[in-house]
DNA sequence: TTTGCTGCAAATGCTTTGCATGTAG
DNA sequence: CTACATGCAAAGCATTTGCAGCAAA
């Protein structure tokens, strides 16, 4: 299926690559994985695969363009799959839950702003840490991610 | 002078923090500095201060709030004078160079995101990447910082 | 077969911490 | 005098890398 992607990137299809991909595809709620993420579910599939591949893996799949990766506050790095679309990031600090906008004014006027300062835009990142209002959102102060 | 901005903070008024602070207000063109940065010119300084006490007093202060830690993608966490006025920021790629700006449009419609995405947003972090054209901008690829 | 991939363990780079000493209040 | 600060060295954590063995094409 998707190994058409990675002889795209220039890749060997390998069994840990199909596997990381399948991960970054099946999360879709959480689709803001961390190294650490992938490597613990690949452990509950019974795969041996190493930390180290995974990290090499996603480095590699963000060289590809397949994976964008974000630093969000808490300084480990999350991995996201790449699908066109441009968008910005919310994310709540109780819960840890990633919610994805596009606004097109924002994304104007940044433009404007780059253009007015005389730079020549290569990449941008948008990220809002506040709290969601969700029924199942643990108020507990300290943040717990990963389900 | 600042030493009552410590006390404030519930910090005692020693030579590291007031050396600290004097470099943080001190660096005009480049006010981004690295617990590094801030380590190297204390050296030069020939202030007999330890890197771990640059990042305890960082870290501190920015508790305070007297201090913002920002992440840039180079991934070394880098500290800014906090002067009250929010604002964000525009990094070059090839010098380092760190701009910042304040576009209300942009404010404006960050809120209206979060609210109709039911967020309470305490904080947010926008950044964008590029190539200035500042005559003294080397192109050279890779980013080499501290003047 | 040949080149590229993997696992493991060791290394790295930034940041934090433990502990004994020193100093502000 | 007492509590908090500091310097140093060692620890910690996420991430990277060296290397010998393995697997895809």
Same mark, same amino acid.
């Given at each position: 299926?998707?190994?058409?992607?990675?002889?795209? &990137?220039?890749?060997?299809?390998?069994?840990?690559?199909?596997?990381?991909?399948?991960?970054?595809?099946?999360?879709?709620?959480?689709?803001?994985?961390? &190294? =650490?993420?992938?490597? #613990?579910?690949?452990?509950?599939?019974? =795969?041996?695969?190493?930390? &180290?591949?995974?990290?090499?893996?996603?480095?590699?799949?963000? @060289? @590809?363009?397949?994976?964008?990766?974000?630093?969000?506050?808490?300084?480990?790095?999350?991995?996201?799959?790449?699908?066109?679309? $441009?968008?910005?990031?919310?994310?709540?600090?109780?819960?840890?839950?990633?919610?994805?906008?596009?606004?097109?004014?924002? =994304? =104007?006027?940044?433009? @404007?702003? &780059?253009? #007015?300062?005389?730079?020549?835009?290569?990449? $941008?990142?948008?990220?809002?840490? *506040?709290?969601?209002? #969700?029924?199942?959102?643990? $108020?507990? *102060?300290?943040?717990?991610?990963?389900?």
């Amino acid at each position: 299926m998707e190994g058409k992607d990675l002889r795209k &990137a220039g890749l060997k299809v390998t069994l840990p690559r199909l596997k990381i991909l399948e991960i970054l595809e099946s999360s879709d709620t959480a689709r803001h994985l961390s &190294a =650490e993420d992938i490597y #613990r579910t690949l452990l509950d599939s019974n =795969e041996d695969i190493g930390l &180290a591949t995974v990290y090499r893996v996603l480095t590699q799949f963000e @060289a @590809a363009g397949l994976v964008t990766r974000h630093h969000f506050e808490d300084g480990m790095a999350v991995f996201e799959l790449n699908q066109g679309t $441009h968008h910005d990031h919310i994310v709540c600090l109780d819960c840890g839950r990633v919610e994805e906008f596009v606004d097109s004014g924002i =994304e =104007e006027r940044q433009n @404007a702003v &780059a253009q #007015r300062l005389g730079f020549a835009i290569r990449d $941008h990142s948008l990220i809002m840490y *506040g709290h969601c209002r #969700r029924a199942d959102c643990p $108020h507990r *102060g300290k943040s717990n991610k990963n389900s």
